[in-house]
């Protein structure tokens, strides 16, 4: 066997939990089919062996593990070769050597076992009492959780109730025939409902209910349950068609062994309710998270699965917190839940705020006007105006709040995590025209400022970002990056108090051919013509200037992807560079060389491709709003082609293009990679290409998505 036809053998046994097998097969492979790579899974089998059954016992194999590590050290990637190995020392409880190597590591969770390491050399505890089987314990997570909102948002820990004692908590379960869990009545004891209900403690919206309460409000459900479907509800169930979560919730409309938690009203005025599940199909999903929705209609109550217990959903918010998709919102007095087109605002201190503007003053120009910020934002940006001067006969433009937000960057990134933007503009510009061909750069200042928040990416040297339509009374169709210069011609890059960096870039408009050429040749190759051509620098915006790649028709190269691996998973990802940053992980962790691989090559010189592909779903509802069937509905939804209650069909998606031009290589997959994530592929997660199916009339491109196991 080769070692590839080995490792994939190992991963298939891998994502099925089959261990044993895993560690049986490569100890009796031949010596010279153990390469660095195998053995580097052998380790890894080792140290999930006592992942799955901790016991004293079976500490030997994370000894083991230790041992195929060190033998193996300078054959792996280093922060690979660091993280296993540093697992395996955490669940030995060697703090001081887990420490040493997870700092070094990026895979897995070696971010939170430092954590955990931390927490049990504070309470003189070993790692796996702190974490067995590398989940933080409910107390200490509880604990952390408390200390966030401490921290975050002071003014809402006096909302939380006094701790249930065990006797109320005693009582309660006899009342109701319960045996809560010990992570439930912990939760309960920590704090039990809100001492003021006017106060909303997450989102604006949903307030803690306490023990006391949960008996009361259940009446109050009940009754609107008998009130809006009368005395035989209990015969009521939800359509198949609304109701996906029927093999782990019972399908009904209210059990009193459901209890409310957390609180809401819905858009139509209904309470919703956040229930632990005690009425669970399966034991081992008892007090699981579930919401119920109340609405008058049937098909408009909703009864969903949301976390397998407490602790998950705990754990998930108290992550949120920490990386800041949670917020405290002061005026509202409430933890927000962010999503990625709701994010709350991102302000400099006044001293960065400070330091900002005078680096711009001493180094890049006076400031002579500002256009302040006027209408709400994710990143409140106000734009700074220098006026030109006989040494500088341009505008300059420069955002000021941009670079208060932390970009989500690639791993590998080096360079800076925040950023401003700049344009000059020529001096006979109307910098304060409120018609479009003069307002446009403040305009794209602004919405380019907001891009990294909203899209969850980053913005470089070399960036491009399409306009659409060209830019009002311009030739051009597109934005390009690079980097600011100070006045004598250095990088412009602050330093702020806070030790943040924030690099400056200027934009450049492009002609579409420009575009296109810098697309299929990198951003080097577009300013190298830059320079054969004179453009003036620092570029002033010039309507009129030379197209440096006029006439350029990019070549369409098919075979761009061929070499390029993907596993698809669940993952919706909402920006192009994040989805990168994945892939480029992907390719590196199974050792597929992408050195040669230039994401944005032409694949498809179309604005729409059209992809069929296979897949599982279980109704019309898991259609995204440009996907159809390609065959008709009761082809798909019948007894003969149903499996555990997911029907096969081949579905075919009508992409369009983000520049309404042509299709890049990366682009098409992070689109595919979309269209895919909410559906079921069985074993075939494995991208393995495309075949061209046709050319539709508008010569659209009709491609047939090839999936492998």
């Known amino acids: 066997m080769t070692e590839k036809q080995i490792l994939a053998k190992i991963e298939k046994w891998d994502k099925d939990n089959k261990v044993s097998a895993i560690i049986e097969f490569i100890e009796n492979l031949p010596v010279q089919q153990k390469t660095s790579q195998v053995l580097s899974e052998l380790g890894r089998a080792y140290n999930n062996f006592y992942w799955l ?33 540093g697992y395996a020392y955490f669940f030995l409880d060697n703090i001081e050597k887990a420490k040493e190597h997870l700092s070094h590591a990026s895979e897995g969770n070696g971010k939170d076992l430092l954590e955990f390491l931390k927490i049990a050399e504070q ?34 820990v006096s909302v939380l109730g006094k701790g249930a004692s065990d006797t109320t908590l005693d009582a309660f379960e006899q009342r109701m ?91 139509q005025g209904n309470e919703e309710y956040l229930c632990f599940d005690f009425d669970s199909i399966n034991e081992e999903d008892f007090g699981q998270l579930i919401s119920v929705s109340l609405s008058d209609k049937l098909q408009s109550y909703y009864v969903d699965y949301v976390s397998p217990n407490i602790w998950s959903w705990l754990y998930t918010t108290t992550k949120n917190i920490e990386e800041g998709f949670v917020v405290y919102d002061e005026k509202l007095n409430s933890l927000m839940f962010t999503t ?38 994710d990143i409140p940006c106000d734009i700074y105006i220098i006026k030109p001067t006989p040494e500088r006969n ?43 061909k003069d307002f ?13 928040i909203e899209q969850q990416t980053f913005l470089d040297w070399g960036h491009t970002i399409p306009t659409g339509e060209p830019l009002p009374d311009t030739p051009f169709t597109c934005l390009m990056l690079i980097g600011s210069e100070t006045k004598d011609r250095s990088n412009a890059l602050v330093t702020l108090p806070t030790g943040r960096q924030v690099q400056f870039f200027t934009l450049v408009p492009l002609y579409e051919e420009e575009m296109l050429y810098k697309l299929q040749n990198m951003a080097e190759a577009l300013i190298e013509r830059f320079e054969a051509k004179a453009i003036p620098y620092p570029p002033v915006v010039d309507v009129n200037r030379l197209n440096v790649c006029e006439n350029f028709v990019p070549s369409e190269n098919h075979a761009a992807l061929d070499g ?41 010189k179309t604005s729409k491709v059209k992809v069929i592909y296979e897949a599982w779903v279980r109704s019309e509802k898991d259609l995204l709003p440009f ?69 539709e009339d508008d010569i659209t491109p009709v491609i047939y998505l090839c999936l492998g196991d």
């Not at 000894?63 to 296993?84: E, G, L, T």
């Not at 003021?196 to 403690?201: I, K, M, P």
């Not at 446009?440 to 990294?452: C, E, F, G, M």
Request: proline share 4%.
């Open 53 to 85: 059954m901790p016991s004293e016992e079976n500490r030997a194999y994370l000894q083991k593990a230790v041992s195929v590590f060190n033998y193996v050290k300078d054959d792996i990637p280093s922060q690979i070769w660091h993280y296993r190995i």
């Open 123 to 156: 309470k003189g505890l070993k790692p796996t009492e702190v974490a067995p089987q590398g989940a933080l314990k409910f107390e200490f997570l509880f604990e952390k959780f408390i200390a966030l909102i401490q921290e975050k948002a002071p003014a809402l």
């Open 177 to 267: 025939g319960i045996n809560l869990p010990e992570d439930v009545r912990y939760f309960y004891k920590t704090f039990d409902g809100q001492t003021d209900n006017n106060v909303f403690f997450l989102n604006n919206a949903q307030r803690f209910i306490s023990i006391q309460e949960v008996e009361e409000l259940q009446k109050r459900w009940l009754t609107f349950v008998v009130n809006n479907f009368g005395e035989n509800w209990q015969d009521l169930t939800f359509s198949s068609d609304d109701f996906f979560d029927d093999d782990i919730i019972k399908n009904q409309l209210f059990s009193q062994r459901w209890i409310p938690f957390l609180m809401q009203h819905n858009e």
């Open 340 to 377: 990625t087109d709701d994010f709350s605002a991102v302000y400099y201190t006044e001293d960065e705020l400070d330091t900002l503007k005078n680096y711009i003053s001493e180094n890049i120009g006076q400031i002579d006007d500002v256009f302040p910020e006027l209408i709400s934002s």
């Open 394 to 436: 341009y505008y300059t433009l420069i955002t000021g709040g941009m670079g208060a937000f932390d970009m989500l960057v690639p791993q590998d990134h080096e360079g800076s995590t925040n950023a401003e933007l700049m344009i000059n503009l020529p001096p006979d510009w109307n910098v304060y025209g409120n018609d479009e």
């Open 440 to 452: 446009w750069p403040i305009r794209w200042l602004k919405t380019l400022a907001q891009l990294p």
């Open 564 to 604: 390029v691996a993907w596993a698809f998973n669940k993952i919706n990802y909402v920006g192009l560079m994040q989805f990168w940053d994945d892939v480029r992980a992907y390719n590196e962790y199974i050792e597929q060389d992408l050195d040669y691989f230039n994401p944005f090559t032409t694949l498809f």
């Open 627 to 695: 996907e159809e069937f390609v065959e008709p509905i009761d082809n798909i939804f019948n007894q003969y082609n149903e499996q555990n209650g997911f029907y096969q069909a081949e579905i075919i998606a009508e992409l369009q293009s983000g520049d309404n031009n042509s299709f890049g290589a990366l682009e098409l997959l992070w689109n595919i990679h979309n269209c895919l994530q909410n559906k079921e592929l069985g074993d075939n997660i494995f991208f393995e290409g495309f075949e061209i199916e046709g050319y």
